[in-house]
C-alpha cells in the first residue's frame, strides 16, 4: 500500500496541504515531516503489518496498519485534515482509531488515525 499515492491525488487534501510530486510541496511526509515545516501537513508511518493466517497455512494477503498525523495551527484546521484523509482512505481499509491533541511547545493542534488495508 503507498498512502502517498493516495493522499496527494486526492482534491480535499490538496486543497488543505497543497500539490506537488515530493512531501515539500505537497506536505505529506512518510515518517517524520522537518521541524520548520509549513503547516497544516501530514504525517504517516507504517505501524504494523500482519500476513493472515488460516488453518492451511499463511495466505499472501496482509493487513497494513498506519498511523495519518494531521497537524495544524487551529483545532478546526486538523479535524478538518482529518476528515479529509478519511475521505481519502475511505474505501481503502477501515478507521480503526482516531484521537486528538494540543502540543504547547509548538502550540499546534493534531488529529491522529490509525487505519488499516489489506493488501
Known amino acids: ?12 487534501i490538496q486543497a488543505l496541504v497543497g500539490t506537488g510530486s515530493s512531501p515539500q510541496q505537497s506536505r505529506i511526509y512518510p515518517g517524520v515531516a ?9 504525517e504517516y508511518s507504517l505501524t504494523s503489518e500482519t500476513p493472515f493466517s488460516t488453518l ?7 493487513r497494513q496498519q498506519f498511523q495519518f498525523s494531521c497537524h495544524a495551527e487551529t483545532y ?10 478519511y475521505a481519502a482512505l475511505e ?28 493488501d
Open 34 to 42: 522537518d521541524e520548520k515545516a509549513a503547516l497544516p501537513l501530514i
Open 76 to 85: 478546526d484546521g486538523a479535524q478538518a485534515l482529518a476528515d479529509a484523509v
Open 91 to 118: 474505501g481503502n481499509g477501515y478507521q480503526q482509531y482516531r484521537s486528538d491533541a494540543y502540543t504547547k511547545d509548538t502550540r499546534t493542534f493534531s488529529v491522529f488515525i490509525d487505519w488499516s488495508f489489506i
Open 56 to 62: 492451511s497455512g499463511v495466505n499472501d494477503p496482509q
Open 1 to 12: 500500500m503507498n498512502p502517498y499515492a493516495l493522499l496527494n491525488v486526492n482534491a480535499g
